[in-house]
Nanobody
Framework: VQLQASGGGLVQPGGSLRLSCAASGVNLDYYAVNWFRQVPGKEREGIACIDGTDDISSYGATFYADSVQGRFTVSRDKNKNMVYLQMKSLKSDDTAIYYC??????????????????WGQGTLVTVSS
């Protein structure tokens, strides 16, 4: 299993970016995918998660940290086996390295299982004027 996060870059405050998480070796449809971010020297923060689903008409429930609620949207494209993080109204505080993560034990974001086994390599988002 491999995950690859991409789409980061430099954006001005108030701007938007869309991050992508591509997977190989696993069908992400059935599993929760979580987006994290980390600023050097600070703890990693889970910011958005989408449940897995085997319902072809559903894309999975989504959950957000308070820090991004209303500004970020996590979604999946079942045809492309991709999960996205659409980020709007970006602030300087959003500057971080962003990672996507998946675990084959986790169908749902809210789980008693701790930790995530597979991680993308991270993509840097810099919000600055």
């Amino acid at each position: 299993v491999q995950l690859q996060a991409s789409g980061g870059g430099l954006v001005q405050p108030g701007g938007s970016l869309r991050l992508s998480c591509a997977a190989s070796g696993v069908n992400l449809d059935y599993y929760a995918v979580n987006w994290f971010r980390q600023v050097p020297g600070k703890e990693r923060e889970g910011i958005a998660c989408i449940d897995g689903t085997d319902d072809i008409s559903s894309y999975g429930a989504t959950f957000y940290a308070d820090s991004v609620q209303g500004r970020f949207t996590v979604s999946r494209d079942k045809n492309k086996n991709m999960v996205y993080l659409q980020m709007k109204s970006l602030k300087s505080d959003d500057t971080a390295i962003y990672y996507c993560a998946h675990d084959p034990r986790r169908r749902l974001c809210k789980s008693t299982i701790k930790g995530w086994t597979y991680w993308g390599q991270g993509t840097l988002v810099t919000v600055s004027s």
